[in-house]
């Protein structure tokens, strides 16, 4: 083996500068260099791309020393049979790796954090589709319609959750699966944690209350009860109550079509995607948490590996209810083979409360985007970046991220293939 650098300098000082660069990197990878006096023609045209070595300095190398000197070749963002993330804006390197891989990651979850505009919808749309070609499925929760035809385009199942539009999907349809036997009452307290979200609040009475009925209901009924038994149950026990009141609204009308009735919708599509985008603002939390519990229930039933991918998260964090559910299902969700993905443009909403804090720090894989000052040195503080990481998020481009996967930091460009860029790009109608 032969190797052999030319440095190239606009003056000698930047000359020698360069050189003592070098040798200084060589020598952190425990590389002796040797400058070919009296032949540096020889050594320039054995450089150059021609095929000859006029020097003849060969060495016998094992491949593993090999490596070191190949600064494209990064072996720990080098897996073939990965995902696609882009590629190393520093080394031209590939960046190919494998959230699922249990030996390197303690989670397959993901976060792509940035502003709007940055390109945080297109990266987390490269990993859903990197992971499609691998078998690897989705569930898309999409408060903003962004993924309906990328959906589409793979054949998968794309439903609109809004009043009127026949799709329903029973809220007590996940205290009909089996239980994690780690937290056997989790059902239970969502349910419970649903009808608060709903009320507005339960007191220590309220809650003893409505879990009284959920109980009843679920001793008594022979079918598949629905939200509404518990109204009437409630109105039966508490007639004219506070709760019984607020959740009438909930199990009649739209809302009761939508929310208190059998389930409608079919997780069978390799990847289905959920439009909230047409619920009001004060439907969008309680429809949420209807909808991840009745997924994570589901998700538990039917173990593979799967993303679920929440856009906009961070507009559901304000709602204590919210947070600890997601805390909980991100901390979870690899037992069962799946994969969080998290997309937010607001990285300071995770750090305004503890909760929001424990789940922002929980991936194991993280897209930091363009951020704003303010939002950057919040993530200084939660992920220890250096000054130079965070000047990079500062000054980055459409599309260009720090990427963290556990020990490993590198600034890339995400760029999927030609073939998923030209369908994700087509998919939204550019």
């Given at each position: 083996?032969?190797?052999?650098?030319?440095?190239?300098?606009?003056?000698?000082?930047?000359?020698?500068?360069?050189?003592?660069?070098?040798?200084?990197?060589?020598?952190?990878?425990?590389?002796?260099?040797?400058?070919?006096?009296?032949?540096?023609?020889?050594?320039?045209?054995?450089?150059?791309?021609?095929?000859?070595?006029?020097?003849?300095?060969?060495?016998?190398?094992?491949?593993?020393?090999?490596?070191?000197?190949?600064?494209?070749?990064?072996?720990?963002?080098?897996?073939?049979?990965?995902?696609?993330?882009?590629?190393?804006?520093?080394?031209?390197?590939?960046?190919?790796?494998?959230?699922?891989?249990?030996?390197?990651?303690?989670?397959?979850?993901?976060?792509?954090?940035?502003?709007?505009?940055?390109?945080?919808?297109?990266?987390?749309?490269?990993?859903?589709?990197?992971?499609?070609?691998?078998?690897?499925?989705?569930?898309?929760?999409?408060?903003?319609?962004?993924?309906?035809?990328?959906?589409?385009?793979?054949?998968?199942?794309?439903?609109?959750?809004?009043?009127?539009?026949?799709?329903?999907?029973?809220?007590?349809?996940?205290?009909?699966?089996?239980?994690?036997?780690?937290?056997?009452?989790?059902?239970?307290?969502?349910?419970?944690?649903?009808?608060?979200?709903?009320?507005?609040?339960?007191?220590?009475?309220?809650?003893?209350?409505?879990?009284?009925?959920?109980?009843?209901?679920?001793?008594?009924?022979?079918?598949?009860?629905?939200?509404?038994?518990?109204?009437?149950?409630?109105?039966?026990?508490?007639?004219?109550?506070?709760?019984?009141?607020?959740?009438?609204?909930?199990?009649?009308?739209?809302?009761?079509?939508?929310?208190?009735?059998?389930?409608?919708?079919?997780?069978?599509?390799?990847?289905?995607?959920?439009?909230?985008?047409?619920?009001?603002?004060?439907?969008?939390?309680?429809?949420?948490?209807?909808?991840?519990?009745?997924?994570?229930?589901?998700?538990?039933?039917?173990?593979?590996?799967?993303?679920?991918?929440?856009?906009?998260?961070?507009?559901?964090?304000?709602?204590?209810?919210?947070?600890?559910?997601?805390?909980?299902l991100a901390r979870r969700i690899r037992k069962y083979g799946?994969?969080?993905?998290?997309?937010?443009?607001?990285?300071?909403?995770?750090?305004?409360?503890?909760?929001?804090?424990?789940?922002?720090?929980?991936?194991?894989?993280?897209?930091?985007?363009?951020?704003?000052?303010?939002?950057?040195?919040?993530?200084?503080?939660?992920?220890?970046?250096?000054?130079?990481?965070?000047?990079?998020?500062?000054?980055?481009?459409?599309?260009?991220?720090?990427?963290?996967?556990?020990?490993?930091?590198?600034?890339?460009?995400?760029?999927?293939?030609?073939?998923?860029?030209?369908?994700?790009?087509?998919?939204?109608?550019?």
């Amino acid at each position: 083996m032969s190797f052999y650098l030319t440095i190239g300098a606009a003056d000698p000082i930047e000359l020698r500068a360069q050189s003592e660069a070098l040798r200084a990197s060589c020598r952190r990878m425990m590389l002796h260099t040797v400058q070919p006096y009296f032949e540096m023609r020889q050594a320039l045209l054995s450089s150059w791309p021609l095929g000859m070595d006029l020097l003849g300095r060969e060495h016998i190398l094992h491949t593993s020393a090999l490596t070191t000197m190949m600064p494209w070749l990064q072996e720990d963002l080098a897996d073939p049979a990965g995902h696609y993330w882009g590629y190393n804006k520093e080394t031209g390197g590939l960046c190919v790796f494998d959230p699922f891989d249990e030996q390197r990651f303690t989670n397959a979850n993901i976060a792509v954090l940035a502003h709007s505009g940055a390109g945080k919808s297109y990266a987390a749309a490269s990993v859903v589709l990197s992971g499609y070609t691998r078998g690897i499925g989705a569930i898309v929760i999409d408060p903003e319609a962004e993924y309906a035809g990328l959906i589409r385009e793979l054949g998968g199942t794309y439903l609109k959750l809004a009043t009127g539009s026949g799709h329903a999907i029973n809220a007590l349809d996940p205290l009909l699966f089996a239980a994690d036997p780690d937290e056997p009452n989790d059902q239970l307290n969502d349910v419970l944690d649903l009808i608060g979200l709903m009320c507005g609040r339960l007191d220590e009475v309220e809650r003893a209350q409505v879990e009284a009925s959920i109980r009843s209901v679920l001793g008594a009924s022979e079918g598949i009860p629905v939200l509404g038994d518990i109204w009437r149950e409630l109105e039966r026990t508490q007639s004219g109550s506070r709760v019984s009141t607020i959740l009438h609204r909930w199990v009649t009308g739209d809302l009761g079509r939508m929310f208190s009735a059998p389930t409608n919708v079919d997780l069978g599509a390799a990847v289905v995607g959920f439009n909230v985008r047409d619920l009001s603002e004060e439907l969008i939390p309680p429809a949420f948490l209807i909808l991840a519990n009745w997924l994570w229930a589901a998700l538990r039933r039917e173990r593979r590996a799967r993303h679920l991918l929440i856009d906009e998260v961070g507009l559901l964090l304000e709602h204590e209810p919210v947070r600890r559910f997601l805390i909980r299902l991100a901390r979870r969700i690899r037992k069962y083979g799946g994969s969080l993905i998290l997309v937010s443009q607001n990285p300071g909403d995770f750090f305004e409360t503890k909760d929001g804090a424990v789940l922002a720090t929980n991936p194991s894989i993280l897209l930091l985007g363009s951020q704003k000052h303010s939002e950057a040195v919040k993530l200084q503080k939660a992920f220890n970046l250096t000054d130079r990481q965070v000047n990079y998020l500062e000054t980055a481009d459409r599309g260009d991220f720090l990427l963290v996967a556990g020990p490993n930091r590198a600034p890339i460009h995400v760029m999927a293939p030609p073939w998923m860029d030209e369908l994700i790009v087509r998919s939204r109608g550019h």
